[in-house]
C-alpha cells in the first residue's frame, strides 16, 4: 500500500505532543496527584530525578588522517634498481601426464595412460 492511498491518520509529520488537555478539573487534580506521589515514591527510592533538557552538543567530524600525518616517521623501502621482467612460463615436463580428455561438456581430465583415455572416450556422449 502506497502512502498516498491512507489518511493523514499516518502521517509522520506533526507528531509532537503539546500540552496534555484534560477532559474535566477532576481528571487534571487526579493527575496532577499521581504525579506528586510518583515524585515522593521516587525520593523514597532513591532514583535520580529525569533530566529533562539536555545540552545540545553539535557534531564535530574527526580530524582527517592521511598517511602522512600517521607515518612521518616511518622509512621507506629500498628498492634495488633492478628492472621487473616477466617471469619465465611455467611448462610441464614431466612423463606421467600423457594428455588432456574433455569428460562431460568442458570438463577438462587429465590422461594418464592409453587405458584411462579409452574409457573416457566410451564415456561421451
Known amino acids: 500500500m502506497t502512502m498516498h492511498l491512507v489518511g493523514p491518520w499516518l502521517s509522520t509529520t506533526g507528531k509532537k505532543k503539546g500540552p496534555r488537555k484534560f477532559r474535566n478539573a477532576e481528571s487534571a487534580q487526579t493527575a496532577r496527584q499521581n504525579a506528586e506521589k510518583w515524585q515522593q515514591f521516587r525520593q523514597e527510592v532513591g532514583a535520580p530525578a529525569p533530566e529533562r533538557r ?52 568442458s570438463n577438462a581430465v587429465p590422461v594418464l595412460d592409453e587405458q584411462q583415455a579409452t574409457e573416457i572416450a566410451h564415456m561421451r556422449r
Open 54 to 105: 539536555r545540552e545540545f552538543k553539535p557534531y564535530q567530524p574527526p580530524a582527517l588522517n592521511y598517511r602522512a600525518m600517521e607515518w612521518r616517521d616511518v622509512q621507506s623501502v629500498e628498492t634495488t634498481m633492478q628492472p621487473c621482467t616477466r617471469p619465465e612460463a611455467k611448462v610441464y615436463t614431466g612423463t606421467l601426464i600423457k594428455g588432456i580428455a574433455t569428460m562431460h561438456k
